[in-house]
């Protein structure tokens, strides 16, 4: 199975704005998407968006819509999250995994497979 490893977190305030990537060793013809979630402490852990690695097409949680953008470099098996306007209650450990298939609703954690160790992102006030 196919591991990601995301990097990319840090400290910012509110207002600012930060890259995550996240990247995978290698890409199977059965990745067809990859998806980025975030965990609160003692919070269930949140759907942010999601890209499909062939077309590039994004699907955004409302919380986050119009402030975070995610893409993909296919050459370099890596995809982005962009995060603008971050908030603390952005803060949060953010995870990426990847998802084969076409079925179900591509927002459920249970969906994915290959989560990376997250990588921690707190907006101070």
């Known amino acids: 199975q196919v591991q990601l490893v995301e990097s990319g977190g840090g400290l910012v305030q509110t207002g600012g704005s930060l890259r995550l990537s996240c990247a ?9 998407a ?7 402490p003692e919070k269930e852990r949140e759907f942010v968006g999601r890209i499909y690695w062939r077309t590039g097409n994004t699907y955004y949680a409302d919380s986050v819509k119009g402030r975070f953008t995610i893409s993909r470099d296919n050459a370099k098996n890596t995809v982005y999250l962009q995060m603008t306007r971050l908030q ?3 803060t949060a450990v953010y995870y990426c995994a ?6 179900g609703s591509y927002s459920s954690s249970s969906e994915y497979a290959g989560w990376g160790q997250g990588t921690q992102v707190t907006v101070s006030s």
């Open 24 to 32: 995978a060793s290698v890409r199977t013809v059965s990745m067809n």
């Open 34 to 40: 990859v998806g980025w979630f975030r965990q609160a």
């Open 88 to 90: 603390p209650e952005d």
């Open 98 to 103: 990847h998802r084969s298939g076409f079925s």
